[in-house]
């Protein structure tokens, strides 16, 4: 799981290729539309997310995950988000530090903030609807253990569970939501 959260094309991608066989991809609206613009399609993204997440975690506890990032460890935050208006409970979980460039202006903190709750449906709506606008990025949400990850963005949802027959199981309940894309992305 290290650096799974960090933001980063090249990242991102090197964490799908590891959890392939894990790892299903589901669009938020019909015909892969990115961002809702009624109160109808917001209805349907967080229908969507919602069904997934109690499939998911339904009756357990789960840990609720936010972030933001800084120049330096305990800064504020490098961009404004409604991050501790929506996600006001949580305490910063890790701080992934990146410093591999000798220039400390280039230095991000990645930090992440978590609560644990019990899942309940809608319990989330505030932070899934920020991110279906992108104003608020890499939230997940996960089991206690950590082998079912819920990572919802604008456009979607990579949900990655621990073996491919899991991952099997929830894709087919909801063949209609994949995307048409030949890798699944």
Same mark, same amino acid.
């Given at each position: 799981?290290? %650096?799974?959260?960090?933001?980063?094309?090249?990242? !991102?991608?090197?964490?799908?290729?590891?959890?392939?066989?894990?790892?299903? $991809?589901?669009?938020? =609206?019909? %015909?892969?539309?990115?961002?809702?613009?009624?109160?109808?399609? &917001?209805?349907? +993204?967080?229908?969507? &997310?919602?069904?997934?997440?109690?499939?998911?975690?339904?009756?357990?506890?789960?840990?609720? +995950?936010?972030?933001?990032?800084?120049?330096?460890?305990?800064?504020?935050?490098? &961009? /404004?988000?409604? $991050?501790?208006? =929506?996600?006001?409970?949580?305490?910063?979980?890790?701080?992934?530090?990146?410093?591999?460039?000798?220039?400390?202006?280039? @230095?991000?903190?990645?930090?992440?903030?978590?609560?644990? $709750?019990?899942?309940?449906? %809608?319990?989330?709506?505030? #932070?899934?609807?920020?991110?279906?606008?992108?104003?608020?990025?890499? +939230?997940?949400?996960?089991?206690?253990? #950590? !082998?079912?990850?819920?990572? /919802?963005?604008?456009?979607?949802?990579?949900?990655?569970?621990?073996?491919?027959?899991?991952?099997?199981? +929830? !894709?087919?309940? @909801?063949?209609?939501?994949?995307?048409?894309? /030949?890798?699944?992305?």
């Amino acid at each position: 799981m290290e %650096g799974a959260a960090s933001v980063g094309t090249s990242r !991102r991608s090197h964490v799908s290729h590891s959890v392939r066989g894990s790892l299903v $991809r589901f669009h938020s =609206l019909p %015909g892969s539309k990115r961002y809702p613009e009624s109160e109808d399609e &917001y209805a349907i +993204v967080l229908d969507r &997310y919602n069904t997934i997440l109690d499939e998911l975690f339904a009756g357990t506890d789960v840990f609720v +995950v936010t972030m933001d990032w800084s120049n330096t460890p305990t800064g504020p935050a490098g &961009y /404004p988000t409604p $991050r501790q208006i =929506l996600h006001p409970g949580s305490i910063r979980w890790w701080t992934e530090s990146e410093q591999d460039d000798p220039n400390p202006e280039f @230095h991000t903190h990645t930090r992440l903030y978590a609560d644990r $709750r019990r899942w309940n449906r %809608g319990c989330v709506d505030g #932070l899934l609807r920020a991110v279906a606008d992108e104003t608020l990025v890499e +939230v997940f949400i996960a089991d206690t253990e #950590l !082998r079912c990850i819920h990572h /919802p963005y604008d456009g979607g949802a990579d949900v990655i569970l621990a073996t491919p027959a899991e991952c099997d199981r +929830v !894709r087919d309940q @909801h063949t209609d939501w994949l995307s048409s894309h /030949p890798a699944g992305f």
